[in-house]
């Protein structure tokens, strides 16, 4: 397995990982079901999210390399609201749209993000490593409300730990606390370590299996399963559910903290 996934791996994964989002939506009872993981919205709120979202990004990378992002109206061209069989082929016709605009694009077409100050490139290679998450874990959050919860596949949840350090960690804003270094490992054998200071935040890749020869000791860690790590980073589950060692309060500090 390469260390990150290859544009095609990505389109395709995207393809299946929203495929299990449209199996779960349609094995729901209910609509109207609550979504535990994201308990201000409803099964249904969940599916439109996703629809706007892939159209809004379609949009993004179509446009190319823009100032300012799509509006949401120019994202969606639909009124998802006649039913389950409407909406699911509207959520189809989302997905593939996004897809279609990808390739096309190929990995390098710069494009509107807003991750200007992270360590991901500003271009639709990136905007699809970031879409694959979003829909992965949106998947989860489907399929633990039809009480079916799957782990997220291998191959998406390592990619994942990496792509969430460097696109929604990583930025040139000042920590605002002490300074700190934050080691992530996971069980499957991939370690990443952040340094946070006042010039920001800043991720790389330690040695596999991890050492800190010619790396300073860091303050705290987190270990787990890639899928539990990257569920931890987008709150779905406890940040305790990982096996922590050293400062925790940077734990709490890192969920806090909104870069401007």
Not at 110 to 125: D, E, F, L, M, V
Not at 157 to 177: I, N, Q, R, Y
Request: some cysteine.
């Amino acid at each position: 397995m390469t260390e990150t996934l290859e544009f095609p791996e990505l389109l395709r994964l995207i393809d299946e990982r929203s495929t299990a989002f449209q199996t779960a939506v349609a094995a729901a009872p209910d609509l109207d079901a609550r979504v535990p993981t994201c308990p201000e919205w409803t099964l249904l709120d969940l599916v439109r999210h996703m629809g706007e979202g892939r159209r809004f990004w379609a949009a993004a990378v179509a446009a190319g390399p823009v100032a300012d992002p799509p509006t949401r109206s120019s994202a969606s061209d639909s009124d998802p609201t006649q039913g389950r069989e409407a909406l699911l082929a509207w959520l189809a016709a989302s997905t593939r749209q996004l897809l279609d605009v990808l390739r096309e694009a190929g990995p390098d077409r710069g494009c509107w993000t807003w991750w200007g100050t992270s360590q991901s490139p500003r271009t639709s290679g990136a905007v699809a490593r970031h879409q694959l998450q979003e829909i992965a874990v949106h998947t989860y959050d489907a399929q633990v409300t039809v009480g079916t919860p799957q782990p997220l596949p291998e191959e998406v949840a390592l990619d994942g730990v990496d792509e969430f350090l460097s696109t929604c960690c990583a930025t040139t804003d000042a920590w605002p606390h002490e300074p700190a270094t934050v080691d992530y490992h996971t069980t499957e054998g991939r370690s990443w370590r952040l340094r946070l200071s006042p010039d920001g935040a800043r991720v790389a890749r330690l040695p596999t299996p991890p050492t800190d020869k010619g790396h300073d000791a860091s303050g705290a860690s987190a270990r787990g399963p890639a899928g539990d790590l990257v569920l931890a980073f987008y709150g779905r589950v406890p940040v305790d559910s990982l096996s922590l060692d050293g400062d925790r309060r940077v734990f709490d500090q890192l969920m806090a903290w909104e870069p401007e």
